[in-house]
């Protein structure tokens, strides 16, 4: 069974540019989760989907953070613009309903200068 | 409101010994309870659950938990610690209702010293 896939890896911009990042779920998980998680710490949730329903975006910052997650499937978490507090690892987690375990992507680490 | 301990950064264990990892959790109800390990670039790798039953959870690489109610504690523990075990290890809880979210510790690294 294929696991959570996240791109990119890496990435490096500037503060106040854009970025984006993309989830593909374990196939047949309808609950998504975004995580950040900065160094030395746990991870924070960030946002979590029921499909393609918002279940949980209470710590998420809207006014420069924002997901989607067209057809109950993959999943961008953009940040519009970054700040260099935003320098994190970014973990996409899903389970199969929203009690059940889940389980994570390799998560992306943005460096922001 | 949920939240978790982890009272240790770091644990230190000769190879071959036994290891506990700590943890103490505060859930209103009945609580989920989650033990992970992340490796260097890697992201959290499941471990082992309490949702029920039997207060002793047995997991993958020889880990296991034990949920103590009263002491509201689950923490992990192997009987023989492999070097390859030294990583960092995340304990979460999730309370059983509402939309089930999740609070992870804040981590404790576990080094295994050959």
């Known amino acids: 069974e294929a696991g959570v896939a996240q791109s990119p890896r890496y990435k490096i911009i500037e503060k106040r540019q854009s970025v984006a990042f993309w989830c593909n779920p374990i196939s047949g998980h309808a609950t998504l989760y975004w995580y950040q998680q900065i160094l030395g710490q746990g991870p924070k949730l960030l946002i979590q989907?029921?499909?393609?329903?918002?279940?949980?975006d209470s710590q998420l910052p809207k006014d420069r953070f924002s997901a989607e997650r067209l057809k109950g499937v993959d999943s961008t978490l953009k940040i519009q613009p970054a700040k260099l507090e935003d320098s994190a690892v970014y973990l996409c987690?899903?389970?199969?309903?929203?009690?059940?375990?889940?389980?994570f992507g390799p998560g992306t680490r943005l460096t922001v200068l | 409101a949920q939240s978790v301990a982890q009272p240790e950064d770091q644990v230190n264990v000769a190879e071959g010994n036994p290891l506990t990892v700590k943890c103490t959790y505060s859930?209103?109800?009945?609580?989920?309870l989650f033990w992970y390990v992340q490796y260097p670039n890697r992201g959290l790798q499941f471990l082992l659950k309490y949702i029920t039953g039997d207060n002793l959870v047995k997991g993958s690489y020889g880990f296991e938990a034990e949920f103590n109610k009263s002491q509201t504690s689950f923490h992990l523990k192997k009987p023989s610690a492999l070097v390859s075990d030294s990583a960092l290890y995340f304990c979460?809880?999730?309370?059983?209702?509402?939309?089930?979210?999740?609070?992870f510790g804040a981590g404790t690294r576990l080094f295994v010293k050959a």
């Open positions: 987690a899903s389970s199969l309903e929203a009690a059940d375990t889940q389980y």
């Open positions: 859930v209103s109800g009945n609580p989920y």
């Open positions: 989907f029921q499909n393609n329903g918002v279940v949980d």
């Open positions: 979460a809880v999730r309370a059983n209702t509402g939309g089930f979210k999740t609070i």
